[in-house]
């Protein structure tokens, strides 16, 4: 299976700061995904980051808020910026590393903002 | 558009319990169909998988059929245990490499 590894795990930050978030894969992979999992609830798609190429993002959400930056074939980060209080959740990146339509998820970021 | 829709929960049952955990989805097509898990402080762990109609997945003594009239792809296993208590989703996918939809999640606590 994937090795995917996505840091900070979790972080308390101030509101009106930005956070940046790391996702980390053993392998090269064509897309990675960046989800948002919000207190009690499913997972939501934030974006679809494929490199050399600007991220495609899902309704409700926008780069301004979201940027996402994918350098190489095993390397992407999101930031959540101008944080309010809303934005408090696990945001976890996922990617089919073995080609075979098997979503793998890193461990999240448990997310605070106060 | 695309959706699945899962049992709502909490669900508490004794272990050597019998459980299900009903999932329907709505697509056109015939999508992938998987069951994803979530223990407590970890990330999400594919559980099983059918990819095709009349599959049946399975793994850690779950299965679920695909059945494509009912549109459905419930959870079950025989006799679960006080370690299998965790948050498990059903979702589907349309191809590799393609977005995921997930349920809401439902949210398991087996007792001894």
């Known amino acids: 299976s994937a090795v995917i590894s996505q840091k900070p795990s979790r972080d308390i930050c101030q509101r009106g700061t930005s956070l940046t978030i790391q996702c980390q894969v053993d392998?090269?992979?064509?897309?990675m995904f960046w989800y948002r999992q919000q207190p009690g609830q499913s997972l939501t798609l934030i974006a679809t980051a494929n490199q050399g190429s600007e991220a495609t993002y899902e309704s409700g959400f926008v780069i301004d808020k979201f940027p996402i930056s994918r350098p190489n074939l095993t390397f992407s980060t999101l930031t959540v910026s101008n944080m309010s209080p809303e934005d408090s959740s696990i945001y976890l990146c996922?990617?089919?590393?073995?080609?075979?339509?098997?979503?793998?998820f890193g461990q999240g970021t448990r997310l605070t903002v106060v | 558009g695309d959706s699945v829709t899962q049992m709502e929960g909490p669900v508490t049952l004794s272990e050597e319990a019998f459980l299900t955990i009903n999932c329907t989805y709505t697509a056109t097509g015939y999508p992938s169909l998987f069951w994803y898990v979530q223990y407590p402080g970890e990330g999400l762990q594919l559980l099983l998988k059918a990819t095709k109609a009349d599959d049946k997945g399975s793994n850690k003594g779950f299965e679920a059929t695909y059945r494509k009239e009912t549109t459905s792809f419930h959870l079950e296993k025989g006799s679960v245990q006080v370690s299998d208590s965790a948050v498990y989703f059903c979702?589907?996918?349309?191809?590799?490499?393609?977005?995921?939809?997930f349920g809401t999640g439902t949210s398991l606590t087996v007792i001894p």
């Open positions: 979702a589907l996918s349309w191809n590799t490499g393609n977005q995921f939809y």
């Open positions: 996922s990617v089919d590393r073995q080609g075979r339509g098997e979503a793998f």
């Open positions: 392998s090269q992979v064509t897309m």
